[in-house]
Each structure stands twice: as structure tokens, then as C-alpha cells.
């Protein structure tokens, strides 16, 4: 026991630095042995809502732990009631959603930015936070072939580390409707935002934060415009849609094309889109084209994949999250604009208590006015760290063996006669289900599929998740499986086991 009264820190328990050391070496310890044991635990959770409340005290500690050997009783409770609650997103067996990928360095570098503990708002708050920030975006963008003037060094670009692609959705949005009104559009414009039918949830919620959309069910102000067969928008229905808008004296201000859609991978085509907003009055008032290209923008990494960034001339904002599949831990979405400006107008505002004199200088950045929040972690150390460690070369062969193992598994779902491809596979993820059975209605179709996805995930062996496709020119919609490779671990082994699995679980 420590002696308050005499250890000079007014009775608050610290951990001392030998004692934070001892705590540290055993929890990376614990961190690492979870790696080794990923396999053992099934991949998704099997506990029932309420099961780990349950185990919670309903109230706080009065007493802390004080010290090293209190803190028995907290690796314990991660064994016994955390993990039990875990499902395990790093388990080479996890193929749901999209990944979420963690590595080594990464870790290191989010501990790294905790143990710093620094706020990086302002230049002035840490000047490294920032410069290095703003350097190893530069170095993604030439990683991934963005265009020159999406960089710091260009004379209207930038970029900024966000906590999430939907942030960065928000943040384009507002930076368009601030453009749009610098074109002349009054401030109180009916303005309308645009997106396909498979764009993800986040443009809607967005328009719903910065007050364009006036609830989920509000389809006047965002529009999700109908797709091809290959679910990628539709330009010529887009140019219909804002010369109608434009017609009924609304402001179109804002497109997201997105570049690999959450539910089935799918690609707008960024060209025509921009093309279109080139053609009708929207580019020359202002309008704003964003991409979302939250998963497919780490495969840029690899210059066989840059096909999908085809159209990038007409782009005012593209974003990507390297904690989905650029092994970053989350948080982290890369964010790219070469209209700075507009986003500073939109965000900026400075009270007195924040005034100082490098930013009047204008020689710096000051991230805070390219976010939401005031406050920003260290988030560049964890991103800095992965490129270091892994090297464009590993980086690529990161993103090819995932391809690679992509295809194997679509090549073993088209030979197996129960099953079939959806839709064409989009990188890494192969979108398939069982074939409907000569004469079975659609729903009976759907149901064989609910019940497969739902047994082999009950097995604990492996997680994946399903999308709906939706009806689209003339076929109906359709329950899918998504098989989503992408865990830092994958290898080829679990993959075959997910197929073989699969494959022996059919009904
Ligand atoms: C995952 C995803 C998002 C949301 O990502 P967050 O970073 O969690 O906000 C947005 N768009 C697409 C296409 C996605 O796949």
C-alpha cells in the first residue's frame, strides 16, 4: 500500500512509471497471446443481449486498484466476461461487412499517440501532429496515384485525416453548399444532394446533419438515383434528375459517386457523373462531386487497380479509410480535396482563446478547421507506422493476396452447380448465394439462403454477412451472401475452410 500522506500526490493513486511499465509489458503480452489464440474463440459472439451487463457491477468502484496487483482482478475480467463478448473482428475466419483491419505497427502507434496523450487542434498544440499528418497523406496519395493537386504541396489541395468516411461525407457536404453559396445561391436554397440507390447510409445522414434533408424519408433533397444491372448510377438518369430539380428552382450542390458500394462492391462511373455535372449548369454553380470509396480506395495501392480512378478530373473530394483495409486500426479515413478553401470556409471559425501567431501567420495548418470536432487525436503515428513498416510493397501484396484469394473463392462457388455468383466479384469481395431449385418461388430462395448464412455462423467457424440486392432492370431482388476477405491474417487455408464449410452445410 502507498503512504498518501506522504507521497506527494494528494492521495490520487497514479500508477508510477516502473508500475505503468510492469502493467504495460503484461497487457502488449496479454495483446499479443490474443493473436495467438484469435482461432480458438468463435468468430461471432454467442452471447444474448444482457449477458455481459449481467456480469458488470451496477456501481462504480469507491476504492480504486491502486497498484499492479489489483489489477489481477482486471485480466481476469477480460478473460471471463470480455472476450465471451467479443465477436472477433481480427480472426482470419471473420469475413462480414468489410474488414476492419488492425496490425502490429498500427497497435504501436495507437499506444503511442494514448502515451502522448497530445491535442493536436492547432499547429501551435503540437507541431508534429500535424506535419507529420500532413506528410504521410502525401505519401498515400502517391501510394495510391491521386492526382497531384489533391496534395499539401499543391496550390489549392489537401488533405486531412478523418475519424470516418461518413465524416468525411459530412465535412465534403458542407464544403459544397459553402461553395455553392460563394456562386451566388442563397443561403436559404432548397439545395439537393445526389447519390445512387446503393450509395451508403452516410450521405443520408449527412444531408440530415448539415439540415439539406429534413429526415431518412426525405427523397426531394437527396436523391438516390437508379442504377445499371451492375448497381453503378445511371448518368443519364442523374442529368434528368438535376435538370428537373433545377426546372422546380431547387440547388443541386452535391453528388457522391461511390467507388466500391458497401453491399455489393459496385462502382459509379465517376467520369460520366462528372461529365454530366459539367453539362448541366451544376459544375459552373458551384456543385461539388465526392467520392466514397470507404474500402475499394486502399486497393489503389496497386496500379492494376487504378482503373477505379478513372474520372478523378472532375472530383472535388475523395475519401478512403485505411482502417478498413489498409491494415490502420479504426479510426482512420483519408480524406482528399483539391478545394481546401471551401472546406476552411465552411469550418473555420476562431474565438479569441484560440488565437495565436503561427496560425495568423498562415504558414501552418490548423486541422481543427478541416473537421467537425475541435479536438484531434494523433492519429497520424499509427498511419505513419504502417507505411513504415509494411512498405508500398507490402501494402500491395496485402491487397493482391486478397484479390487472389477472392477469386479462388469465386472460382469454387461457380463450380459447385448449387450455388451462384450475384454479381461479378468486386476485389475482394464475391457476392453469391444457392441457385434457386427449378419452380421455387423467390422468397424460398432467400429463406434456403437466410438458413445457410445463419448455420454456418451459428458454428462459431467463420462470419460472414448477407446484403439484399435490389430489384433492378427487370430481375428481382436478391438475398446474398457476402463474402467479404479482407482480415489482416487471411490466408488461403481459412478460405477454403469457409468454402468447405459452406459447401457441407447446404440443407
Ligand atoms: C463502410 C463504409 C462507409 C462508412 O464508413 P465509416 O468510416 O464507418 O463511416 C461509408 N461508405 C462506404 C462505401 C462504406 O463501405
Not at 86 to 108: D, E, K, R
Not at 175 to 191: C, F, L, V
Not at 250 to 267: H, K, N
Not at 306 to 317: A, E, T, Y
Request: negative net charge; aromatic residues 8%; charged residues 25%.
Amino acid at each position: 500500500m502507498r503512504d498518501d500522506s506522504t507521497g506527494g500526490d494528494g492521495g490520487v493513486p497514479h500508477l508510477s512509471p516502473e508500475e505503468f511499465r510492469k502493467l504495460g509489458h503484461r497487457m502488449v503480452d496479454w495483446i499479443a497471446d490474443y493473436q495467438a489464440r484469435l482461432e480458438s474463440f468463435p468468430v461471432r459472439s454467442q452471447v444474448a443481449p444482457g449477458g455481459v451487463a449481467s456480469k458488470l457491477p451496477e456501481h462504480p468502484p469507491e476504492e480504486g486498484l491502486a497498484g499492479e496487483a489489483g489489477w489481477e482482478g482486471i485480466f481476469k475480467d477480460l478473460e471471463d466476461i470480455i472476450l465471451p463478448g467479443l465477436t472477433h473482428w481480427q480472426s482470419p475466419s471473420f469475413f462480414a461487412y468489410f474488414p476492419a483491419n488492425a496490425s502490429g505497427p498500427a497497435v504501436l502507434g495507437e499506444l503511442l499517440s494514448a502515451g502522448l496523450g497530445v491535442q493536436g487542434m492547432l499547429w501551435s498544440t503540437s507541431p508534429a501532429a500535424t506535419e507529420l499528418e500532413t506528410r504521410v497523406l502525401d505519401w498515400l496519395a502517391e501510394l495510391t496515384g491521386l492526382p497531384e493537386d489533391f496534395r499539401s504541396t499543391s496550390a489549392t489541395g489537401g488533405s486531412v485525416i478523418q475519424g470516418t468516411a461518413s465524416e468525411a461525407t459530412l465535412v465534403a457536404m458542407v464544403a459544397a453548399r459553402e461553395r455553392a453559396r460563394r456562386h451566388g445561391a442563397p443561403a436559404d436554397s432548397e439545395w439537393v444532394a445526389y447519390a445512387s440507390t446503393q450509395a451508403h447510409s452516410s450521405v443520408l445522414k449527412a444531408a440530415m446533419l448539415c439540415g439539406v434533408a429534413h429526415g431518412a424519408e426525405d427523397t426531394t433533397h437527396v436523391r438516390l438515383i437508379e442504377t445499371s444491372a451492375r448497381y453503378g448510377m445511371r448518368p443519364e438518369l442523374l442529368e434528368r434528375t438535376i435538370r428537373e430539380d433545377l426546372d422546380a428552382g431547387r440547388v443541386p450542390f452535391f453528388v457522391c459517386a461511390t467507388v466500391g458500394s458497401t453491399s455489393s462492391g459496385a462502382a459509379d462511373p465517376v467520369r460520366a457523373v462528372g461529365e454530366v455535372m459539367a453539362r448541366t449548369p451544376m459544375r459552373a454553380s458551384g456543385g461539388w462531386l465526392h467520392v466514397d470509396a470507404a474500402w475499394a480506395g486502399a486497393a489503389l495501392v496497386c496500379p492494376e487497380h487504378r482503373d477505379l480512378l478513372d474520372g478523378m478530373s472532375g472530383v472535388d473530394s475523395l475519401a478512403f479509410n485505411p482502417h478498413k483495409w489498409l491494415l490502420t486500426n479504426f479510426d482512420c479515413n483519408a480524406f482528399y480535396t483539391r478545394d481546401r478553401k471551401a472546406l476552411l470556409d465552411a469550418l473555420s471559425v476562431t474565438p479569441e482563446y484560440l488565437r495565436n501567431a503561427a496560425s495568423a501567420s498562415g504558414a501552418v495548418i490548423d486541422y481543427r478547421d478541416w473537421q467537425v470536432p475541435l479536438g484531434r487525436r494523433f492519429r497520424a503515428l499509427k498511419l505513419w507506422f504502417v507505411l513504415r513498416h509494411y512498405g508500398a510493397k507490402g501494402l500491395r501484396a496485402h491487397i493482391r493476396e486478397h484479390v487472389r484469394l477472392g477469386e479462388r473463392f469465386e472460382s469454387w462457388v461457380s463450380e459447385d452447380e448449387r450455388f451462384e455468383v450475384a454479381v461479378p466479384r468486386s476485389l475482394s469481395l464475391v457476392c453469391f448465394r444457392l441457385k434457386p431449385l427449378p419452380g421455387e418461388p423467390p422468397q424460398a430462395t432467400d429463406a434456403r439462403n437466410r438458413e445457410l448464412l445463419e448455420r454456418v455462423n451459428a458454428s462459431g467457424k467463420m462470419f460472414l454477412s448477407h446484403t439484399v440486392l435490389h430489384a433492378v432492370e427487370g430481375a428481382p431482388a436478391r438475398y446474398v451472401l457476402r463474402m467479404a476477405i479482407g482480415a489482416s491474417m487471411t490466408q488461403e487455408r481459412h478460405v477454403r475452410a469457409a468454402w468447405e464449410l459452406l459447401a457441407s452445410s447446404v440443407g
